[in-house]
Nanobody, 116 residues
Framework: QVQLAESGGGLVQAGGSLRLSCAVS?????????LGWYRRAPGNEREFVAR???????DYEDAVKGRFTISRDNAKRTLYLHMNSLKPEDTAVYYC?????????WGQGTQVTVSP
């Protein structure tokens, strides 16, 4: 069973930056998988943030375009999300998972809190 472990969140002031990491273990197809970042803000449903294909094609939710960058290191089986120019509305728990059809079991996520 694939295990997902997100890390790198924290408290940052508006305009700041963070880099999130997601270690994907027990996956024999990591390099062939499309993967994504998702987030859940308080009181909201989990939503798509960004995705990257096996060949490196990326796509972003409109609100983060130009500020967030998704990347992957297949040798380390790790997915990254570089977040710049953070806004208070980016406050959420961030998760990684397969895209477009996430695994049923999600990781614990990593909390990102952006203060005004």
């Amino acid at each position: 069973q694939v295990q997902l472990a997100e890390s790198g969140g924290g408290l940052v002031q508006a305009g700041g930056s963070l880099r999130l990491s997601c270690a994907v273990s027990l996956s024999t197809f990591f390099s062939a998988q499309s993967l994504g970042w998702y987030r859940r803000a308080p009181g909201n449903e989990r939503e798509f943030v960004a995705r990257i294909s096996a060949t490196g094609t990326t796509d972003y939710e409109d609100a983060v375009k130009g500020r967030f960058t998704i990347s992957r290191d297949n040798a380390k089986r790790t997915l990254y999300l570089h977040m710049n120019s953070l806004k208070p509305e980016d406050t959420a728990v961030y998760y990684c998972n397969e895209w477009p059809t996430p695994y049923d079991d999600w990781g614990q996520g990593t909390q990102v809190t952006v203060s005004p």
